[in-house]
T-cell receptor
Framework: KQEVTQIPAALSVPEGENLVLNCSFT??????LQWFRQDPGKGLTSLLL?????REQTSGRLNASLDKSSGRSTLYIAASQPGDSATYLC????????????FGKGTHLIIQP | DTEVTQTPKHLVMGMTNKKSLKCEQH?????MYWYKQKAKKPPELMFV???????INESVPSRFSPECPNSSLLNLHLHALQPEDSALYLC?????????????FGPGTRLTVT
């Protein structure tokens, strides 16, 4: 059974710092990996989708990498801003057909003004 | 338009009530999903619909009854729920069940069972 782990569970940094969030998964036979952002009590906003054949994806100040063979992904946030404060969730699609996403527990990020 | 909408935003119901959650998308997606998220936990898959047919039921109790009346609409009918069913219920959609596609999530319905 696929398991997804995110480290750290919580992170607090001053505004302007670059930071890295980590995600690992136990079964490397994944199809893709998605990073989401979730604000308190809200739904999920998709940030980046990386297919299993890709090594990285970029969107603005966000860069996600994928090392499928080692079962790891990182989300790099450049020049962090207070508006980046949220919980960041990593999810993998590892079942073909009708399976949904398997999520990690998330990293709760606070950017101090 | 990459929006998935869910109604209501909040719902409080007693254990003997019957209520329904609604999810709608107009992106032409043919796969739709229900996830349940308990407080401070990750979302967990409940049901998957593909072309209006139920593809996956992740051993969800029968007090939760999904329905997909058309390609744009997904309902979750609730009956005789327990307080432990209180959670954020998230709907998602994707173009199809093909593994390369991104899933788009709605804002969720916050359900409280009293």
């Amino acid at each position: 059974k696929q398991e997804v782990t995110q480290i750290p569970a919580a992170l607090s940094v001053p505004e302007g710092e670059n930071l890295v969030l980590n995600c690992s998964f136990t079964d490397s036979a994944i199809y893709n990996l998605q990073w989401f952002r979730q604000d308190p009590g809200k739904g999920l906003t998709s940030l980046l989708l990386i297919q299993s054949s890709q090594r990285e994806q970029t969107s603005g100040r966000l860069n996600a990498s994928l090392d499928k063979s080692s079962g790891r992904s990182t989300l790099y946030i450049a020049a962090s801003q207070p508006g980046d404060s949220a919980t960041y969730l990593c999810a993998v699609r590892s079942g073909g057909g009708a399976d949904g996403l398997t999520f990690g527990k998330g990293t709760h990020l606070i950017i101090q003004p | 338009d990459t929006e998935v909408t869910q109604t209501p935003k909040h719902l409080v119901m007693g254990m003997t009530n019957k209520k329904s959650l609604k999810c709608e998308q107009h992106m032409g997606h043919r796969a739709m999903y229900w996830y349940k998220q308990k407080a401070k936990k990750p979302p967990e898959l409940m049901f998957v619909y593909s072309y209006e047919k139920l593809s996956i039921n992740e051993s969800v109790p029968s007090r939760f009854s999904p329905e997909c009346p058309n390609s744009s609409l997904l309902n979750l009918h609730l009956h005789a729920l327990q307080p432990e069913d209180s959670a954020l219920y998230l709907c998602a959609s994707s173009p199809s069940l093909a593994v390369s596609y991104e899933q788009y999530f709605g804002p969720g319905t916050r359900l409280t069972v009293t």
